[in-house]
């Protein structure tokens, strides 16, 4: 690949690699320790990532159990989990949260599913628009330099091939997810 082009694969590759990071929040009936990764506690003063605070563990396949390494936190874990949007009520015993996924119905697995969709068009948007900026870049520089057009032609090529590279990942990824939030 050209030197010239490395920095939008990079571009089209983070905006994948944030997809999926959203993917991983979403949960599909399974307790899973990353729907907690968006969630900041106060830890004196500061805003602190849960895993920060404490240790997160699957002891069931629908349970997440929080262990606070200082027990004065489990409140305050407690109060960040309600006012959340994960839509699950934590219960405590005064030294661990323990966190209960429902089962999904089918009404809200197929809400998740469009949710899905919609992330995943939002990167193909990124994806396409990081293509315009690399196009636009590439005739600057046709403009501008000894460039040829033929050149200037075959690069604009290399990034439409990319760009069908990316869109192609993400089809991949939303039709993934889509059918493990789906499957029963």
């Given at each position: 690949m050209d030197e010239r082009l490395q920095k939008y694969d990079h571009k089209m590759?983070?905006?994948f690699d944030n997809l999926l990071e959203e993917f991983?929040?979403?949960r599909a009936g399974r307790a899973n320790p990353h729907v907690l990764d968006k969630l900041k506690v106060d830890y004196y003063g500061t805003p602190t990532g849960l895993q920060q605070v404490a240790n997160i563990s699957v002891p069931e396949p629908r349970m997440l159990l929080i262990q606070p390494w200082e027990p004065k936190m489990v409140r305050e874990i407690e109060k960040v989990i309600l006012t959340s949007d994960l839509g699950i009520n934590p219960t405590n015993d005064g030294?661990?949260?323990?966190?209960?996924?429902?089962?999904?119905?089918?009404?809200?697995?197929?809400?998740?599913?469009?949710?899905v969709k919609k992330k995943g068009e939002a990167a193909k948007v990124a994806v396409r628009n990081i293509r315009r900026d690399a196009n636009d870049?590439?005739?600057?520089?046709?403009?501008?330099?000894?460039?040829?057009?033929?050149?200037?032609?075959e690069l604009e090529d290399q990034v439409q091939k990319l760009t069908d590279q990316y869109i192609a990942k993400v089809d991949k990824a939303v039709e993934e997810k889509s059918k493990e939030i789906l499957t029963v």
């Open positions: 590759q983070k905006s991983g929040s979403i030294k661990v949260i323990r966190l209960s996924f429902p089962e999904l119905t089918e009404e809200r697995r197929k809400e998740l599913a469009k949710d870049s590439l005739k600057k520089l046709g403009k501008s330099s000894d460039i040829s057009e033929d050149e200037v032609k």
